[in-house]
T-cell receptor
Framework: KNQVEQSPQSLIILEGKNCTLQ??????????LRWYKQDTGRGPVSLTI?????NTKSNGRYTATLDADTKQSSLHITASQLSDSASYIC??????????FGRGTSLIVHP | NAGVTQTPKFRVLKTGQSMTLLCAQD?????MYWYRQDPGMGLRLIHY???????AKGEVPDGYNVSRLKKQNFLLGLESAAPSQTSVYFC???????????FGPGTRLTVT
């Protein structure tokens, strides 16, 4: 069964600090991996998308990495801001119409 | 472009009542999805559509029906609402199932 596991479930950091969120998946075959940001009360918004051949992709202060051999991805947030407080969801697409969603990591940034 | 819109934004139903949630997209996307999101459960797929006139079951389809009569609209129906259907419902669309999904703002439904 295709699965996406995210860790930690929740994280609290101080403004200005860096943090890394983890995503492990068992989806096969693999097409791409996406990270979404979901602000409270809103729908998810895509941050990055990576295919099999890409191992790093940045979007401003967000940097995603992918190790397709170990089936792991991470999302690194640099110099966190209060607006980074959100849920971050890892999504993996494979050979079917239905992508596999992780349950998300809830990040809280304190001033 | 409005993107993906959902109607209504909030709704309170009594057990046994019925309602329809409307999702509309103006991006000419083929694929559309309905999810529910509950605390600690993440997004779970209810039904999806791969094109006008098609629908298919997702992970948690029981108690819901859908229709895709027009390419731009995807309707989610609850025939007899139950308290277990209290949730936030998100619609999403994409031009290709391997591409990113664009989500609507959500509908918060409470069944008492």
């Amino acid at each position: 069964k295709n699965q996406v596991e995210q860790s930690p479930q929740s994280l609290i950091i101080l403004e200005g600090k860096n943090c890394t969120l983890q995503c492990n998946y068992t989806v096969s075959p693999f097409s791409n991996l996406r990270w979404y940001k979901q602000d409270t009360g809103r729908g998810p918004v895509s941050l990055t998308i990576m295919t099999f051949s890409e191992n790093t992709k940045s979007n401003g202060r967000y940097t995603a990495t992918l190790d397709a051999d170990t089936k792991q991805s991470s999302l690194h947030i640099t110099a966190s801001q209060l607006s980074d407080s959100a849920s971050y969801i890892c999504v993996v697409s494979g050979g079917s119409y239905i992508p596999t969603f992780g349950r998300g990591t809830s990040l809280i940034v304190h001033p | 472009n409005a993107g993906v819109t959902q109607t209504p934004k909030f709704r309170v139903l009594k057990t046994g009542q019925s309602m329809t949630l409307l999702c509309a997209q103006d991006m000419n996307h083929e694929y559309m999805y309905w999810y529910r999101q509950d605390p600690g459960m993440g997004l779970r797929l209810i039904h999806y559509s791969v094109g006008e006139g098609t629908t298919a079951k997702g992970e948690v389809p029981d108690g819901y029906n859908v229709s895709r009569l027009k390419k731009q609209n995807f309707l989610l129906g609850l025939e007899s609402a139950a308290p277990s259907q209290t949730s936030v419902y998100f619609c999403a669309s994409t031009i290709d199932y391997t591409y990113e999904q664009y989500f609507g703002p959500g509908t918060r439904l409470t069944v008492t």
